[in-house]
């Protein structure tokens, strides 16, 4: 007991391990992936923010020299252009405009919803105020709109002037290679190229070479634009507050973070994996204690648990990508997120290990997919496709008669006659009526005939009405009823047959076996002469061959119904074979006083056959002439190709009067001689037949009168 404490605990210690240590990879993976554009460039210098922040600074300094260059020239209040005035014209007449339509629009609905004459001039008067006071604010003279213009650009240059100038952290030196002038803000006496190698952490020099961030193609354009070429640079030391440095030191210390993730994250799931391997492998620690877990889990459809799988992972998945987990100081909140991470990754372990075991066993997943939510929804759709035209007609009534009921409803409303609303419902409730009694004496007809059918009235036939599905019900059970009729039939001819083959086996083997005991006892007696003792042991040899044969074919027959034989298939000329089978029974087709006539199509024609069973096909069917044949008749046998098939067709003239069925004469120990009287076990045809067909081919059997003709059919060889 104490033993198996000691594992019980070891077992859930390792497996509360093994799922901590997959949630910690769980949670580092989450955290890789948010945060994957620290990884995904080397430096904070490829990313787009850092291009971005450059381009911004580089179009301040092409406004800064280019545009606002000689700024009390050129943007003086004296010197605002004709352009400028206009348009800030324009804005002050379409504010105008917008201010007085909504005023218009706000006092005019006031105006007439107000009953009161001295109220409604009080409006009026408030309204042309406001409308005063909005065009005295919108409309500007010439000289007040150049000072605006004016007010604007200077505000515009001041902004630009101080970002130029007052920011330590983006350093240039650029040349204007058509003016040669210089710009720069580095201070010192040191070359520029001394100051690159002493004081930059980062340099760009323009025209690029290359370059992979857009935004970087777009400062080269501007370089390119105003004929500049130089550097753009980032001071290893600059004043506090420096944007760009703060920012490239928290791209390396998240992009440090991220990498010591991603080794312990490997870490921890491969940690996890081999501790789950070696408790699966370890015979000792195999105690389940999750039985009423699995068994709760198993009690809910499968596709119910893969909702669930589902629902569950995609919340989970978003509640990692937004946790901010790797972060000081720890805390109680940290315990809290990777416990929440834990029980999910150990609800994923729990249900890979469930479906790894489900696919293991396919009947057990047969067997839940049939007791699945969707199995049986698809059943009932299967179902309701089946009876789609009885919903559609349910559905019809329904929907025409809540249309005439609101329709009446209406009407009687409308028209404030509630008798004309009583005779149209009560009409549409007798022509239902009418529908459904007409529909119910259908269905009595239907149970009626059922009733007759069921107590042995097989020839009741329940009338097949209009088209619908009473109508189809009854032809299913008239249907039904005509295929028990034949199975019965069927039945009581096989019990027929029965008692036909046991009678006849009876009689076959009891005859040549009475035989032999008779003069068995005739041999016991004494003072025999030896004429009669040789006599008698001839009888009991052609008895014992006799009682041979029989039981010989009746075991052959056994097997071919049964399939075990084995065919040894090569290449057989049939004509050859033919040939052979007749040549050997020669002398009893003479002494049966027949004659034979054979014709061949070809001398040589081949198919693949066992060449010794095929043998045995042709020895009965011909044994089967000479036996039944009427005597000093012709035989003809006939051997055709036919459409890639070889045909042999054996044609005699029966010796008695054939009254059977062509099917029956192929029943074991079944004979065309109902007397008996000749020769041979009536299993001759039917192993033929067996043969035969085990082989491709088909036996067949036509009766015209006294004609007797067996055809015999192969699939011919390719050459």
């Given at each position: 007991?104490?033993?198996?404490?000691?594992?019980?605990?070891?077992?859930?210690?390792?497996?509360?391990?093994?799922?901590?240590?997959?949630?910690?990879?769980?949670?580092?993976?989450?955290d890789?992936?948010?945060?994957?554009?620290?990884?995904?460039?080397?430096?904070?210098?490829?990313?787009?923010?850092?291009?971005r922040?450059?381009?911004?600074?580089?179009?301040?300094?092409?406004?800064?020299?280019?545009?606002?260059?000689d700024?009390?020239?050129?943007?003086?209040?004296n010197?605002?252009?004709?352009?400028?005035?206009?348009?800030?014209?324009l804005?002050?007449?379409?504010?105008?405009?917008?201010?007085?339509a909504?005023?218009?629009?706000?006092?005019?609905?006031?105006?007439?919803?107000?009953?009161?004459?001295?109220?409604?001039?009080?409006?009026?008067?408030?309204?042309?105020?406001?409308?005063?006071?909005?065009?005295?604010?919108?409309?500007?003279s010439?000289?007040e709109?150049?000072?605006?213009?004016?007010?604007?650009?200077?505000?515009?240059?001041?902004?630009?002037?101080?970002?130029?100038?007052?920011?330590?952290?983006?350093?240039?030196?650029?040349?204007?290679?058509?003016?040669?002038?210089?710009?720069?803000?580095?201070?010192?006496q040191?070359?520029?190229?001394?100051?690159i190698?002493?004081?930059?952490?980062?340099?760009?020099?323009?025209?690029?070479?290359?370059?992979?961030?857009?935004?970087?193609?777009?400062?080269?354009?501007?370089?390119?634009?105003?004929?500049?070429?130089?550097?753009?640079?980032?001071?290893?030391q600059?004043?506090?507050?420096?944007?760009?440095?703060?920012?490239?030191?928290?791209?390396?210390?998240?992009?440090?973070?991220?990498?010591?993730?991603?080794?312990?994250?490997?870490?921890?799931?491969?940690?996890?994996?081999?501790?789950?391997?070696?408790?699966?492998?370890?015979?000792?620690?195999?105690?389940?204690?999750?039985?009423?877990?699995?068994?709760?889990?198993?009690?809910?459809?499968?596709?119910?648990?893969?909702?669930?799988?589902?629902?569950?992972?995609?919340?989970?998945?978003?509640?990692?990508?937004?946790?901010?987990?790797?972060?000081k100081?720890?805390?109680?909140?940290?315990?809290?997120?990777?416990?929440?991470?834990?029980?999910?990754?150990?609800?994923?372990?729990?249900?890979?290990?469930?479906?790894i075991?489900?696919?293991?066993?396919?009947?057990?997943l047969?067997n839940?997919?049939?007791?699945?939510?969707?199995?049986?929804?698809?059943?009932?759709?299967?179902?309701?496709?089946?009876?789609?035209?009885?919903?559609?007609?349910?559905?019809?009534?329904?929907?025409?008669?809540?249309?005439?009921?609101?329709?009446?409803?209406?009407?009687?409303?409308?028209?404030h006659?509630?008798?004309?609303?009583?005779?149209?419902?009560?009409?549409?409730?007798?022509?239902?009526?009418r529908?459904?009694?007409?529909?119910?004496?259908?269905?009595?007809?239907?149970?009626?005939?059922?009733?007759?059918?069921?107590?042995?009235?097989?020839?009741?036939?329940?009338?097949?009405?209009?088209?619908?599905?009473?109508?189809k019900?009854?032809?299913?059970?008239?249907?039904i009823?005509?295929?028990?009729?034949?199975?019965?039939?069927?039945?009581?001819?096989?019990?027929?047959?029965?008692?036909?083959?046991?009678?006849?086996?009876?009689?076959?083997?009891?005859?040549?076996?009475?035989?032999?005991?008779?003069?068995?006892?005739?041999?016991?007696?004494e003072?025999?002469s030896?004429?009669?003792?040789?006599?008698?042991?001839?009888?009991?040899?052609?008895?014992?061959?006799?009682?041979?044969?029989?039981?010989?074919?009746?075991?052959?027959?056994?097997?071919?119904?049964?399939?075990?034989?084995?065919?040894?298939?090569?290449?057989?000329?049939?004509?050859?074979?033919?040939?052979?089978?007749?040549?050997?029974?020669?002398?009893?087709?003479?002494?049966a006083?027949?004659?034979?006539?054979?014709?061949?199509?070809?001398?040589?024609?081949?198919?693949?056959?066992?060449?010794?069973?095929?043998?045995?096909?042709?020895?009965?069917?011909?044994?089967?002439?000479?036996?039944?044949?009427?005597?000093?008749?012709?035989?003809?046998?006939?051997?055709m190709?036919?459409?890639?098939?070889?045909?042999?067709?054996?044609?005699?003239?029966?010796?008695?009067?054939?009254?059977?069925?062509a099917?029956e004469?192929?029943?074991?120990?079944?004979?065309?001689?109902?007397?008996?009287?000749?020769?041979?076990?009536g299993?001759?045809?039917?192993?033929?037949?067996?043969?035969?067909?085990?082989?491709?081919?088909?036996?067949?059997?036509?009766?015209?009168?006294?004609?007797?003709k067996?055809?015999?059919?192969?699939?011919?060889?390719?050459?």
């Amino acid at each position: 007991m104490g033993i198996k404490l000691k594992n019980k605990f070891i077992y859930i210690c390792l497996c509360a391990l093994s799922i901590f240590a997959a949630a910690f990879s769980v949670l580092s993976a989450c955290d890789i992936v948010k945060n994957y554009s620290y990884i995904e460039h080397k430096t904070y210098f490829d990313t787009d923010e850092f291009g971005r922040e450059v381009y911004s600074y580089c179009q301040n300094l092409s406004n800064f020299y280019v545009y606002y260059k000689d700024y009390n020239n050129k943007f003086g209040e004296n010197k605002a252009s004709k352009e400028d005035i206009n348009g800030l014209k324009l804005f002050y007449e379409d504010k105008l405009k917008s201010a007085q339509a909504e005023i218009e629009n706000k006092y005019n609905n006031y105006i007439q919803e107000s009953e009161r004459v001295s109220y409604k001039d009080k409006l009026i008067d408030e309204k042309n105020k406001k409308l005063e006071e909005v065009r005295k604010e919108n409309t500007k003279s010439d000289e007040e709109l150049k000072k605006e213009v004016a007010s604007r650009y200077d505000k515009d240059y001041e902004a630009i002037k101080k970002s130029v100038q007052n920011r330590n952290d983006i350093k240039y030196y650029i040349k204007n290679t058509k003016t040669n002038e210089i710009y720069h803000n580095l201070t010192g006496q040191d070359t520029i190229q001394e100051y690159i190698q002493k004081e930059s952490l980062f340099t760009i020099e323009f025209p690029l070479k290359r370059a992979e961030n857009k935004k970087l193609l777009n400062i080269n354009s501007i370089f390119k634009s105003f004929s500049w070429e130089g550097y753009i640079m980032i001071p290893k030391q600059s004043a506090s507050n420096n944007y760009i440095i703060e920012n490239y030191n928290y791209y390396n210390s998240v992009r440090s973070r991220l990498i010591k993730e991603m080794l312990i994250g490997v870490a921890s799931l491969i940690t996890a994996l081999l501790i789950l391997v070696g408790i699966k492998k370890d015979e000792n620690l195999k105690i389940n204690f999750t039985k009423q877990i699995k068994s709760s889990y198993k009690k809910l459809p499968m596709d119910v648990n893969i909702l669930i799988f589902c629902i569950y992972t995609a919340i989970m998945l978003g509640y990692m990508l937004k946790l901010s987990f790797f972060y000081k100081p720890l805390g109680v909140k940290h315990f809290i997120k990777f416990t929440i991470v834990s029980i999910y990754v150990a609800y994923v372990i729990f249900s890979i290990k469930v479906f790894i075991k489900l696919m293991k066993n396919k009947k057990e997943l047969l067997n839940k997919w049939n007791e699945s939510l969707s199995c049986r929804l698809i059943d009932v759709a299967k179902r309701s496709f089946i009876a789609k035209d009885l919903k559609l007609q349910i559905l019809l009534s329904t929907i025409i008669t809540t249309i005439l009921a609101l329709f009446t409803i209406i009407l009687v409303m409308i028209s404030h006659n509630i008798m004309l609303g009583a005779i149209i419902g009560l009409a549409y409730i007798i022509l239902i009526l009418r529908i459904m009694f007409k529909k119910i004496d259908y269905l009595n007809e239907i149970l009626k005939g059922t009733e007759e059918i069921a107590s042995g009235n097989l020839n009741y036939v329940i009338k097949e009405k209009e088209e619908s599905h009473l109508s189809k019900i009854a032809h299913n059970i008239n249907n039904i009823k005509s295929g028990y009729k034949k199975s019965l039939q069927s039945q009581i001819k096989s019990e027929r047959l029965k008692s036909e083959l046991i009678t006849n086996v009876s009689h076959d083997l009891k005859t040549p076996l009475t035989s032999i005991i008779n003069y068995i006892n005739l041999l016991k007696k004494e003072g025999l002469s030896e004429d009669e003792i040789k006599g008698y042991i001839g009888v009991l040899d052609r008895k014992s061959e006799r009682l041979k044969v029989l039981i010989e074919d009746l075991f052959e027959a056994s097997k071919m119904s049964s399939g075990s034989v084995e065919l040894n298939i090569e290449k057989v000329d049939v004509a050859a074979l033919l040939e052979q089978s007749i040549a050997e029974l020669d002398e009893k087709i003479k002494k049966a006083s027949l004659t034979l006539r054979v014709k061949y199509s070809n001398k040589h024609i081949y198919a693949n056959l066992d060449g010794k069973k095929t043998w045995r096909v042709f020895e009965n069917l011909i044994n089967n002439i000479i036996k039944y044949s009427a005597p000093n008749t012709r035989v003809y046998i006939n051997l055709m190709e036919e459409d890639n098939k070889i045909l042999i067709v054996m044609k005699n003239i029966s010796s008695y009067e054939m009254d059977f069925d062509a099917e029956e004469i192929f029943e074991r120990f079944k004979r065309g001689d109902k007397s008996r009287n000749t020769e041979g076990s009536g299993l001759g045809l039917a192993i033929a037949k067996s043969i035969v067909e085990l082989q491709g081919g088909k036996l067949n059997i036509e009766i015209d009168g006294d004609l007797f003709k067996a055809i015999v059919q192969f699939d011919q060889a390719k050459p």
